[in-house]
Structure formats: C-alpha cells, structure tokens
C-alpha cells in the first residue's frame, strides 16, 4: 500500500533562517502533491498545490519542488518567523479522490 | 460562506455511549471526507462521500462506526457503543469536484470517552 512518510516530527530553527521539510512517498508518482498548515485546536488550511509535471511553485515567501524519480516534494519557507510556527501535511493525490496525509513535521520559528 | 460547520466542537462521554458527530459541507461541494487524527496515527481518512453516496469506507475502524449523508447539505459519523480508543480530534472537510483538490476542513470535534 502507499505509505506518506514526512521527515521529522519536529524541527527548530532560528528566526530568519529556511526551513525545508521533507515529503517521500512510495510506489507510483501522485498526479499532485498538496501542502497543508495546521495550527493547535484547528482543522488543516491549505497552503499550495504542485503538479506532476511541475518541478517547482512559489508562493510568497514559500516554495514546493517535486521530485518524481526521487518520489520526494520538499517545502521551504525563506525568512521564517516565529508565525510560521506549526505542523505542516502533505498529501499526495493520486485519483483526485482519495485524500491521505502524512503524519506532519511540527515547525518551531524561535525568535 | 461560513466554511465547514461541525458540531459538538467538544464532546466527554462514558463508555458504552452513543456518540454523534455532525458535519455541514460548504454549500456546492461534493465531496466530503471524514478524518480522525491522534498523536499516534496522525490524520487518518476514515470514509468519503461523493455526491451523499458512499464511495470507500475502508478507513472505518470497526462496525461501531457509521456514517451518513442524507442529503447534500448534512453527514453524520456516529460511534456505538463508544470506547476509549476512540477519543480523538475527528474532522469533517469538504471539496468541489473537478478542482485539483483543496480540502476545506472544519475546526474538528474533540471526543473523549472515559
């Protein structure tokens, strides 16, 4: 079965810094890979959405690339700050139906 | 659009009990999915609808689980009896159909059976 493993569950960095958190999937490519943000005691927002056939997007101050031989999206934030801080999902699709996430890597910005 | 609308937003109750959870989609979606998520297994998709019909209910746990969509507008995830393996933070989200995607979640409903 797919399995959706994210890299860490837990990262802190310092203020200012980027932050790159990983998401690997096994077997086959997803037709899109999403990220979503979710603050404590809320439902998960989206964030952005890259395409197979996308190597990279950029929103503001974030950026997803995707891999499909490595079978990996990263996503960084530039010029982090302490409001950055969250836990992060990805969630590969793969028939625009079935939506499953990875456990989520928690972010802390110190100031 | 007031976005998903889930009720109770929290919920405390014995074992053995009856637990009702309810969803409202945003008004024009098709899709609506049901998650449960725990520290241990992270977000989990327990069933989604398409059009109110159920398409894949493999994520429900057990036969204590049930859910409804009577209509485009109302779902239900019931738990009986309830135990306390099922305490959890259970979410309802909703999409359109033909868009890439975007899930839309509502602000969860926290169970804790004792």
């Known amino acids: 079965s797919q399995k959706i493993e994210q890299n860490s569950e837990a990262l802190n960095i310092q203020e200012g810094k980027t932050a790159t958190l990983t998401c690997n999937y096994t077997n086959y490519s997803p037709a899109y890979l999403q990220w979503y943000r979710q603050d404590p005691g809320r439902g998960p927002v989206f964030l952005l959405l890259i395409r197979e056939n996308e190597k990279e997007k950029r929103k503001e101050r974030l950026k997803v690339t995707f891999d499909t031989t490595l079978k990996q999206s990263l996503f960084h934030i530039t010029a982090s700050q302490p409001a950055d801080s969250a836990t992060y999902l990805c969630?590969?699709?793969?028939?625009?139906?079935?939506?499953?996430f990875g456990a989520g890597t928690r972010l802390t910005v110190k100031p | 659009d007031a976005g998903v609308i889930q009720s109770p937003r929290h919920e405390v109750t014995e074992m053995g009990q009856e637990v009702t959870l309810r969803c409202k989609p945003i008004s024009g979606h098709d899709y609506l999915f049901w998650y449960r998520q725990t520290m241990m297994r992270g977000l989990e998709l327990l069933i989604y609808f398409n059009n109110n019909v159920p398409i894949d209910d493999s994520g429900m746990p057990e036969d204590r689980f049930s859910a409804k969509m009577p209509n485009a507008s109302f779902s239900t995830l019931k738990i009986q009896p309830s135990e306390p393996r099922d305490s959890a933070v259970y979410f309802c989200a909703s999409r359109r159909q033909g868009d890439t995607g975007e899930l839309f979640f509502g602000e969860g409903s926290r169970l804790t059976v004792l």
């Open positions: 969630a590969p699709l793969y028939n625009n139906n079935d939506m499953r």
